[in-house]
């Protein structure tokens, strides 16, 4: 029978926040609220998954556009928390953090959102399919996520793969999950072959048979109850079956009514008085329609949906309060189950449970069961049935039983067997232990507070270097300084508190309780005596320990060691100071199973299983230490011991006594603690607000010193600011003096420098410009050169111009003088004849006239014939003068040519005037030498011919006188000319002429005056022969003198244009050597 009610429609749109309905529903209405998503053009969008969260209060909802949205039905509003972007095909919310959840993607991932900061918390990879269902631990650390081919387990905490279970590709995967309060895995698969797994290590523990008889019924949905003890599994067919998991055996077949082809999905419906033992069943069949059954008596109780109003997936509140279910047009239906079981409460007739036996039910004859429909006339009185809890049993087995269905002797069992709780499950068995109520509000409340003013600068007296664990340890610090007023004035309360905010650092919530929780049973009577150390506390462990240890207490006595030494270090800081980290763990596996005493028997148990050090200690510095540092102890022993001082210490002295029962925290608000002198503390904040007022009213005035300081300060900083910018001024004025004389120098070094430059380029220029003169030279020195080649050139040819030329005077003179013997022979023999004829005559006449005129004629005719000789004397030198005269000329001639070529030589040789001046003036000094020896020469002639004339007068005198001895001589005496004695000195002065270095002239006038010198000292009538040897050796010598002084003299000059050419070398050496010197000076 349907259930139906007008019902109220919500409409999210795209609001990202709001009401889930906007008025408070009608009590009796099953169906609270309808929600729906409209997009733009009148389209819905489509919700497809849905997943209640721990409370049963608050469901995730995710559309077909990826959107995620919260709804909290008690607080009636929902929020956009996620958009994925894509369609989700699984949700989760049962994790360990109650603000993340899982969503599964259609791209084969798993991701992990949070509620509140809306971030992405991890991506996890791996499927290779669309992930159909995702299971999580009850514990909220693992979690399975299952694919057709695959199913793989997670670590929440680390969001690491732990295990994949992969099967054959003929074989798929229907679903995988954990069973609740356990670690076990159940997998069923699509042969309908289930199988029991150990989480931990993925070890098969048991299969679930098959039905031998009856048809195949092809699994698709399961279900478990909340105790985990029972399995209903459904599928093609209108056939349910009912295993129990405690003894693995199939107990019932239900059959449910015809309209059922096919289920989709099962669920438990959760009743809070059946102890997890479900017996409502939700069955979402093909047709739409969820119906509810109880599984015992296999009555249909009521059902939600129609097949016009179809239902597509379901998700019942964990509290089993509320039912939403994703209908066939997409909305979100939210069922009331009160409202729901308050129609269907009312006893009804009774319905009969027929046990058919067809064909297909021979085989299960007292298993299956079939559920009718079949509904009578109700009466009109309703009667109530009445649920019986079941048999309450033992006080003792409830003791024992703990939160999260856990046993306590249980776990004492594995502790005395292991010696301590697995590390994987340790902070799971301390939560049970310890009873934890996770008072999330009030624990919020005090941690709003803000940090304690105790606690604020607690890194200055306990600095750690992990900034977190310094966070965490301070936020727990503060949340118990706000709890309770002691605890901000305690001392020794962060040791306690730091090893369990090192466990805890994840979980502050945790931290805080598990410390709260230990403070409030294992610190019990602590505080009675403060701030002194709890007297009545180490009282009992030192009357413990001189019951079973007076030796050792007496040495300590002895000592002077008290307890405060060796027993209030090891509980205020819990063992944490000298045992490790794995020691302190098993220590407090024992400590949080055992009674709050065992505490104090475990410092005991610790200072006599260090019996043996502490009595070779004597000094209280050495006991002091060995309790505030690791020792060498056997663990196990020392808990053995604590376990035997626990049952051998007699009741008297036994602290179990004197210390209350475990108590833990009460759930919702924290209990009030007060077991601490209030007035003490009242005094201490007192004093501590007396002290801060004293503090203010002293940093009051300290702030006025300071103050006054400040503006002292100030003043005198002014002063010193004013005489340091009077040094800084008289610094910067020296400064820029030294600026100005270095910028002086600088600038004097930049003239220098200039000047340098200047230089440089001078010198380079002047570089530049001897280069220029030195080509300029080298070009007019190859000019100079070509000219002097032109010259020598020019030379040679007027010399051979000469030679030839002096070879044809030579040959002219050589005729003349041929013509001259010739003429003279000639006229020598006329005159011979002449005379001969005259002597004839004369003699003729003498001899005619001798006797005649003897006396008188006589010297007449002697003077006619010395006028006559004197005539032809005369006539002779005459024809000498004129040959000398031609001679002259010739060699005037010749001096002229070479004074043109001397003049052009010196107008074409600028560079050599000096030598060359030299050289003219030596060639002018030798023509006028030489003009001078010709003058000289002629001079001699002159007087030789005065002295001549002057000798034959005296002769003429003595002729005339003596006529008689002329007679008698030869003609030849008497005719003959006297020997001149000066033709040795012309003929020395004519050799001593050739030996000078002269020219052409000076040489042939010299062998033309010794020629002539010579035909002076000759006989008219000595032979021709003789006289023509001695004129052709005169030539030849002249010749051979002219020819060696013109060699000497081309000699010369070039010995002068090889001393001008070295000269002008040295010169240009010695300006190129000035010119480098200077250049690297600059530089």
């Known amino acids: 029978m349907a259930v139906t009610f007008k019902m109220q429609v919500t409409d999210i749109g795209n609001k990202e926040e709001g009401k889930v309905w906007h008025r408070k529903p ?31 209060d608050t469901f995730l909802a995710g559309d077909h556009h990826g959107n995620i949205y919260v709804f909290d039905i008690s607080r009636n509003r929902f929020r956009l928390v996620q958009k994925v972007g894509q369609t989700c095909t699984a949700l989760a919310f049962n994790l360990r953090r109650t603000t993340e959840f899982l969503v599964a993607l259609a791209d084969y991932t798993i991701k992990c959102f949070d509620i509140d900061t809306k971030q992405m918390v991890s991506w996890m990879r791996g499927h290779e399919g669309a992930v159909s269902s995702v299971s999580v631990h009850s514990s909220g650390r693992y979690a399975i996520t299952t694919s057709l081919d695959t199913a793989q387990l997670w670590d929440m905490d680390t969001f690491q793969r732990k295990r994949k279970l992969t099967v054959r590709q003929s074989v798929g995967i229907q ?30 523990k048991y299969q679930l048979p098959f039905p031998e008889c009856g048809p195949r019924i092809s699994y698709k949905a399961f279900a478990v109850t909340r105790d985990g003890k029972k399995l209903v599994a459904g599928g093609r067919s209108n056939l349910l079956h009912l295993w129990c998991l405690d003894s693995r055996q199939l107990i019932r077949v239900v059959q449910m009514p015809t309209q059922v082809r096919t289920v989709r999905q099962l669920d438990f419906l959760p009743d809070s008085f059946d102890a997890g033992a479900s017996q409502t069943l939700g069955v979402l069949s093909q047709d739409g329609v969820m119906r509810f059954i109880n599984i015992h008596t296999c009555k249909l109780l009521f059902h939600i949906g129609s097949p016009d109003n179809a239902i597509t997936a379901v998700s019942v509140s964990p509290n089993g309060r509320h039912v939403a279910a994703i209908m066939d047009n997409g909305s979100i239906n939210v069922y009331s189950v009160q409202s729901l079981t308050q129609e269907f409460n009312k006893p009804p007739p009774s319905q009969v449970a027929v046990v058919s036996g067809g064909e297909a039910d021979r085989g299960l004859p007292k298993l299956k069961v079939k559920v009718r429909s079949d509904v009578s006339q109700r009466p009109a009185k309703a009667q109530t049935k009445v649920l019986r809890p079941p048999c309450v049993s033992t006080a003792e087995d409830k003791e024992n039983e703990l939160p999260a269905g856990l046993n306590k002797k249980r776990l004492v069992a594995m502790l005395k067997a292991f010696g301590e709780y697995p590390a994987k499950y340790r902070m799971f068995v301390w939560r049970s232990l310890l009873c934890l109520p996770e008072n999330l509000a009030a624990y919020s409340s005090l941690t709003d507070r803000g940090l304690h003013p105790a606690y604020l600068t607690l890194h200055e007296k306990y600095p750690i270097k992990s900034h977190k664990l310094q966070r965490g340890l301070q936020r727990v610090l503060s949340a118990l300084a706000h709890w309770a007023a002691i605890f901000g004035e305690t001392d020794y309360l962060p040791l306690v508190a730091f090893p369990f905010v090192k466990l805890f650092q994840n979980n502050p919530l945790l931290c805080f309780e598990v410390v709260a929780t230990v403070i409030v049973n294992w610190c019990q009577h602590y505080f009675e005596y403060f701030p002194n150390p709890p007297i009545n506390i180490l009282s009992m462990a030192e009357n413990v320990l001189a019951h079973h240890d007076k030796e050792m207490l007496q040495h300590l006595v002895d000592c002077g060691v008290t307890s405060q030494v060796y027993v209030w270090p090891l509980l205020e800081t819990l063992f944490s100071e000298v045992l490790t980290r794995d020691e302190w763990l098993r220590l407090f596996d024992n400590v949080f199973t055992n009674h709050p005493s065992f505490l104090l028997m475990a410092c005991v148990a610790y200072v006599t299983c260090c019996r043996e050090p502490l009595l070779l200690c004597s000094q209280k510095e050495d006991f002091e230490y060995f309790f505030h540092h690791r020792n060498n102890l056997d663990l196990g022993a020392m808990i053995k011991e604590a376990y035997r001082l626990m049952g051998s210490t007699p009741a008297d002295i036994h602290p179990r006594n004197m210390l209350s029962d475990f108590t833990p925290l009460t759930k919702g608000q924290y209990p009030v603690f007060n077991h601490y002198p209030e007035f003490i503390v009242e005094y201490q904040s007192r004093e501590r ?32 600011a004013y005489y340091t910018q009077q040094e800084l001024l008289q610094k910067a004025e020296e400064q820029r003096r030294n600026l100005l004389a270095q910028e002086e120098e600088k600038l004097t070094q930049q003239r220098a420098k200039l000047a340098a430059m200047k ?80 002597g004839w005559e004369v003699e003729e006449e003498v001899r005619m006239r001798e006797a005649e005129k003897e006396e008188s004629s006589y010297p007449e005719l002697l003077r006619n014939t010395n006028a006559k000789l004197q005539t032809q004397a005369l006539e002779q030198s005459l024809a000498e003068a004129c040959q000398l005269g031609l001679e002259s000329d010739w060699q005037r001639e010749m001096a002229e040519c070479l004074e043109r070529v001397d003049v052009e030589q010196e107008r074409n040789r600028q560079t050599l005037t000096e030598l060359h001046m030299q050289t003219l003036a030596q060639e002018e000094r030798l ?7 010709a003058g000289k020469k002629w001079d001699e002639v002159m007087s030789s011919r005065a002295q001549l004339q002057e000798q034959n007068q005296p002769l003429s005198s003595a002729d005339t006188d003596g006529d008689t001895q002329m007679r008698l001589r030869p003609p030849c005496s008497a005719r003959g000319l006297p020997h001149r004695p000066r033709a040795t000195a012309a003929d020395h002065a004519s050799t001593t002429t050739a030996g000078i270095h002269t020219d052409t002239a000076g040489n042939s006038t010299t062998a033309t005056t010794s020629k002539h010198a010579g035909n002076h000292t000759v006989c008219l009538n000595s032979p021709p022969a003789s006289e023509s040897t001695y004129t052709n050796f005169s030539l030849d010598r002249g010749r051979a003198q002219l020819d060696s002084s013109e060699r000497e003299l081309l000699k010369e000059v070039r010995e002068l244009r090889q001393k001008l050419a070295a000269r002008a070398k040295e010169a240009s050496t010695a300006s190129s050597q000035s010119v480098h010197t200077l250049s690297s000076f600059t530089q």
């Open 26 to 56: 009608t009590p009796g209405k099953s169906v609270l609220v309808t929600v729906v998503r409209s997009a733009q053009q009148g389209k819905t969008v489509r919700f497809l998954q849905v997943s209640f969260d721990s409370t049963g």
């Open 175 to 204: 679903k995988v999950f954990f069973l609740p309060l356990s670690n076990t895995i159940l997998s069923c698969f699509s042969d309908d072959s289930i199988f029991a797994w150990e989480s931990d290590t993925l070890f098969c």
């Open 689 to 720: 607000e007396k002290i801060q007022l004293q503090e203010m009213e002293y940093l009051r005035e300290r702030q006025e010193v300071s103050a006054l300081r400040t503006d002292f300060v100030r003043r005198q900083a002014e002063e010193e």
């Open 759 to 838: 230089r440089e380029l001078k010198v380079k220029e002047l570089q530049l410009l001897d280069a220029a003169r030195r080509r300029f030279l080298k070009h007019q020195q190859d000019q100079r050169a070509s000219q002097i080649q032109r010259l020598d050139q020019e030379i040679n040819r007027k010399k051979d111009l000469r030679e030839r030329e002096t070879a044809a005077s030579v040959q002219d003179l050589d005729v003349r003088q041929i013509e001259l013997e010739i003429q003279r022979k000639r006229l020598e023999q006329h005159m011979w004849r002449e005379q001969e004829r005259v």
């Open 927 to 933: 023509a006028n030498s030489m003009s001078d020896v």
